[in-house]
């Protein structure tokens, strides 16, 4: 089966890539730096992309048995400390992830052989914050940028649909792994053993194993009854209180020096809402279509990451 990952080269899309690499699948990876091919096994295709168009891959389309769309500015930043949202690039943020969906779209129409499904990317941000209620897939959209951006991400391919494409979004959850995303700055206080909850350590953390996550969009790839919205978040979502303690206990470190949640707030703005906001989401349909994660509890999660991947 070939399959078109955008965002590719990314924590989820290199993860997602190898694995079906690995079982002899046909991978694509569209990149607008075709030279960035780190951590991609050597039978992964990068091709170049604008990320706004389907000019010089769009053909692909034809004939793919999936196409899954991970494209969009990192919502933190690259590097450290996490850039500060400002009003260029909230616009950057958004613009990036429509104007991919709506290249996908482009190349979607143009083929002769529709691709057998599209997984689209979107977050557990789309339901914004609900403090201790259990939100599942039939959880009422936010209204905060988060919020819109997500219902923007999901918007951008729904036009596919109309042209008989299986679509499924997945919202997607804190996805720990020690390769990329927010674990390993969420490690660091730890590393010099101050680590502690941050803010309140109340707020909802709806977080996924890597190895999950990718078992989960494999599942919805395979699985033809699949469509519509998922949660992809661990079905036993923590406060990040107790996410704090198991990260501290997985890292032989301890976790009783709190970081008082204005710190964050002067230092990030309106991005330190991702810290100190949260979901406490569920995978509830992912469940009822008979999928299993390895990992439903973060601690066992977190001793993996921390210790026996060392």
């Known amino acids: 089966m070939r399959v078109i990952i955008t965002g590719g080269t990314g924590l989820i899309g290199r993860a997602l890539a190898n694995s079906l690499a690995h079982d002899h699948h046909e991978v694509i990876v569209l990149s607008r730096n075709t030279n960035k091919t780190s951590g991609l096994d050597g039978s992964v295709q990068v091709v170049g992309w604008d990320a706004k168009s389907a000019q010089g891959w769009g053909h692909l389309a034809d004939g793919a048995g999936a196409i899954v769309n991970l494209a969009g500015e990192s919502i933190a930043g690259e590097g450290f400390p996490p850039s500060r949202w400002t009003s260029e690039r909230k616009r950057r943020i958004r613009d990036s992830r429509v104007n991919a969906g709506k290249a996908i779209v482009e190349a979607i129409t143009a083929a002769k052989d529709k691709p057998g499904v599209l997984?689209?990317?979107?977050?557990?941000?789309?339901?914004?914050?609900?403090?201790?209620?259990?939100?599942?897939?039939?959880s009422p959209s936010g209204s905060d940028f988060l919020a819109e951006v997500s219902r923007d991400w999901e918007s951008s391919t729904a036009a596919v649909e109309k042209m008989g494409v299986r679509r499924v979004i997945i919202r997607t959850g804190i996805v720990l792994s020690t390769r990329g995303g927010s674990l390993p700055?969420?490690?660091l206080p730890f590393q010099l053993f101050v680590g502690g909850p941050l803010g309140s350590g109340k707020q909802q953390m709806p977080w996924i194993h890597i190895d999950d996550h990718v078992a989960a969009m494999r599942f919805l790839?395979?699985?033809?009854q699949a469509s519509g919205a998922f949660n992809l978040s661990a079905p036993n979502p923590v406060n990040n209180a107790a996410f704090s303690k198991a990260l501290g206990q997985a890292m032989g470190r301890p976790s009783f020096f709190p970081t008082p949640g204005f710190a964050f707030q002067i230092a990030f703005g309106e991005l330190a809402t991702l810290l100190l906001d949260g979901q406490r989401a569920v995978p509830q349909r992912l469940t009822e279509m008979g999928f299993t994660f390895q990992y439903p509890e973060a601690g066992a999660a977190l001793k993996d990451l921390f210790q026996n991947r060392k």
């Open 119 to 138: 997984i689209q990317s979107s977050a557990v941000g789309y339901y914004g914050t609900h403090g201790d209620e259990i939100i599942t897939e039939e």
């Open 185 to 187: 700055l969420q490690s």
């Open 221 to 224: 790839i395979d699985n033809v």
